[in-house]
């Protein structure tokens, strides 16, 4: 006896996560990949188990994309596009308790890179459709179901690619909902759960210092690791002014209400720190972030090198990116070059409407008495290439989670794990929402 449960104790949500986390698909950026090739076959063969023509894309050798239609009874309603990203960041196994990429099953929880971002609606998107097509019903309105590449470097490769080779794959489709929004929160001991219905604007830049290579003996002022570590000291520490947007000022005003506070006299920082580990997302999406991410300079420990490198990941608020660009390059001054590596644009759409009334009421038949929020997510998803075809993205993968639970460090996080009893709640609210809208 192990004291693990069995294989068929298991929803098969956890079943089909854990055999996505099991296929490292992690992706390292600026081109690097493991590719979701094989995650992608798993999908689309269950898609096709289901019924459906599950079409493959490759933008490029194992980055490859999945889509499938679902046709609904009512054509005349627009489509719904569900999607999520098989691709995961990479994980330094001597940080986890477990093998990262080992699927385990311990406490209750599945444990992997992926468990929350986002190989669990990966599979919830399965089961719910499963529930439904399986038992003989459709969706009024049809379902685009997407499980895109290359995510976690902005999409160039899977939704990016898709939406401007492929947009007929979309046609009549205005809405979609995806990842990091519809999860639990706990506020005074009570459950409330954040809808992302909006998402801050990615901009990732390299700061390149050029300076004079010579020996490392030498008295050397044109140093360029010298120059670069001063200006990436500068943005790091750079705190950049709170401002809100629509959906932060109707968060914060939600926040205050069920807190019971005066919203003027307890500050923006403060509301959010009352929700404790979810502070974590809310407090990033009151302001714009510039954290350096990463390092490169040098050879050798007597060589003084001609140029230093640093990534900085910034994420502006909607519509800021411009004005951070040129804040930056004040900040850093004129001998650091910034090359924009990648950027996107920022959304924010209205927490009212159709569907956001569907998701409310949704969960309210299956966690009665539990607020929604709008949030605006401080990192990006795959919303924003769908945007360009005007479709508008919401944030919605369902989870009840315990109070205890520390939600917002498992995205990218260490030891990245999701409870059993989450992914099954998921799998009845997605199909239920999926169902009835
Ligand atoms: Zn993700």
Redesign the pocket.
């Known amino acids: 006896m192990t004291g693990l449960p069995s294989d068929e104790l298991l929803d098969d949500t956890a079943l089909i996560a854990r055999d996505l986390i099991r296929f490292d698909t992690s992706n390292f950026g600026e081109g690097r990949s493991n590719g979701e090739t094989d995650a992608a076959e798993y999908v689309a063969a269950h898609l096709t188990r289901l019924g459906l023509d599950a079409q493959m894309f490759e933008s490029e050798p194992g980055r490859v994309s999945v889509v499938a239609r679902v046709e609904g009874t009512d054509r005349s309603k627009p489509a719904l596009v569900v999607h999520g990203?098989t691709d995961v960041v990479p994980a330094q196994p001597d940080n986890w308790s477990v093998d990262p990429f080992g699927g385990e099953i311990r406490d209750g929880m599945l444990w992997g890179r992926g468990a929350v971002?986002?190989k669990n609606m990966d599979a919830m998107m399965l089961t719910a459709l499963g529930d439904i097509l399986e038992a003989g019903k459709r969706p009024a309105r049809d379902l685009v179901i997407a499980f895109f590449a290359d995510?976690?470097a902005g999409g160039v490769l899977g939704s990016h690619y898709l939406v401007e080779t492929h947009p007929e794959l979309f046609a009549g489709a205005t809405e979609a909902i995806s990842?990091?929004g519809g999860y639990s929160i706990t506020l005074n001991g009570s459950r409330a759960y954040l809808l992302q219905t909006g998402e801050k604007s990615l901009v990732w830049v390299k700061l390149v210092a050029r300076g004079t290579a010579a020996h490392g003996s030498h008295v050397m002022r044109d140093n360029a690791v010298t120059k670069l570590a001063e200006a990436v000291a500068k943005v790091g520490r750079r705190e950049w002014p709170i401002r809100l947007t629509d959906t932060t000022t109707e968060l914060l005003g939600e926040l205050a209400r069920i807190l019971d506070v005066d919203p003027l006299t307890v500050g923006p920082d403060e509301l959010a720190l009352a929700t404790g580990s979810a502070s974590r997302f809310i407090q990033a999406s009151l302001r714009t972030t510039t954290n350096p991410t990463a390092l490169t300079a040098g050879y050798k420990h007597n060589v003084i090198p001609d140029t230093a490198e640093a990534l900085i990941d910034i994420r502006s608020l909607p519509g800021e990116e411009d004005a951070v660009l040129a804040e930056l390059a004040e900040i850093v001054g004129p001998d650091i070059e910034i090359v924009v590596m990648h950027r996107d644009i920022g959304l924010e759409t209205e927490f009212a409407g159709p569907l956001v009334d569907a998701i409310t009421g949704t969960l309210k038949r299956h966690d009665p008495g539990a607020p929604v929020l709008p949030y605006l997510l401080s990192g990006g998803?795959d919303n924003k290439a769908l945007s360009t075809l005007g479709i508008k993205g919401y944030g919605f993968a369902p989870l009840k989670l315990p109070p205890e639970m520390d939600f917002a460090s498992m995205f990218h996080g260490v030891d990245e794990r999701v409870p059993l009893d989450a992914l099954v709640f998921g799998r009845r609210v997605l199909s239920d929402l999926l169902l009835n809208y």
């Open positions: 990203h971002d986002m995510e976690e990842e990091v998803t």
